[in-house]
């Protein structure tokens, strides 16, 4: 079945670089996605990759997927304190278009 | 452009009610889909509607019924209301032959 894993928290300092880890179970997956959560809001969606690449980067943003561990990751440089939020990452996959989507890891910023 | 829009934004509903949420998706997107998220939790797929039709469903009890009409906007019903049912309902829309899907901002209900 789909499972969607990540860390529960996350503290950095302002200026870091802030890394939110994944680990997904379904080898059919065809995208991978970050959202970002802040309090009372929906859902932002920040970046997606593709299965069959390997690294994406978009300004700040860096996604890392090694397919082969099933592991995905989101790197945020030089955090800011307007980063702090929870980060989700989600799959979908050939079979379902349905995201199936992690607990969420919550990212804190400290000044 | 509005963006995914929801209504109500807030809504307090008693145990064995009913109640009728309503998205409007991205000018341009034709698939609409449903998450629940539970405080504390990630979203959970409800169902998705295409060309006015349920396409997909979650792992949902029938209290949890849908609708998408012409415009591609769409609405959540959930009869017989139950306390575990208080969450964010959350709308998602994605443009045509396109996975990627652009959140509301949902809808809080408090089944009290």
């Known amino acids: 079945g789909e499972d969607v894993e990540q860390s529960l928290f996350l503290s950095v300092r302002e200026g870091d670089s802030s890394v939110i880890n994944c680990t997904y179970t379904?080898?059919?997956?065809?995208?991978l996605y970050w959202y970002k959560q802040e309090p009372g809001a929906g859902l932002q969606l920040l970046t997606y990759?593709?299965?069959?690449?390997d690294m994406k980067q978009d300004q700040r943003l860096t996604v890392l997927l090694n397919k082969k561990d099933k592991h995905l990751s989101l790197r945020i440089a030089d955090t800011q304190t307007g980063d702090s939020a929870i980060y989700f990452c989600a799959e979908i996959t050939e079979s379902a278009r349905q995201l199936t989507f992690g607990s969420g890891t919550q990212l804190t910023v400290l000044p | 452009d509005a963006g995914v829009t929801q209504s109500p934004t807030h809504l307090i509903k008693t145990r064995g009610q009913q109640v009728t949420l309503r998205c409007s998706p991205k000018s341009g997107h034709d698939t609409v889909s449903w998450y629940q998220q539970a405080l504390g939790q990630g979203p959970q797929f409800i169902f998705q509607?295409?060309?006015?039709?349920?396409?997909q469903r979650g792992n949902f009890p029938d209290r949890f019924s849908g609708h998408q009409f012409p415009n591609y906007s769409s609405e959540l019903n959930v009869n017989a209301l139950l306390l575990g049912d208080s969450a964010l309902y959350l709308c998602?829309?994605?443009?045509?032959?396109?996975?990627?899907?652009?959140f509301g901002q949902g809808t809080r209900l408090t089944v009290v």
């Open positions: 379904d080898s059919s997956s065809t995208y």
């Open positions: 509607y295409y060309e006015e039709e349920e396409r």
């Open positions: 990759i593709f299965s069959n690449m």
């Open positions: 998602a829309s994605s443009p045509p032959r396109n996975t990627e899907a652009f």
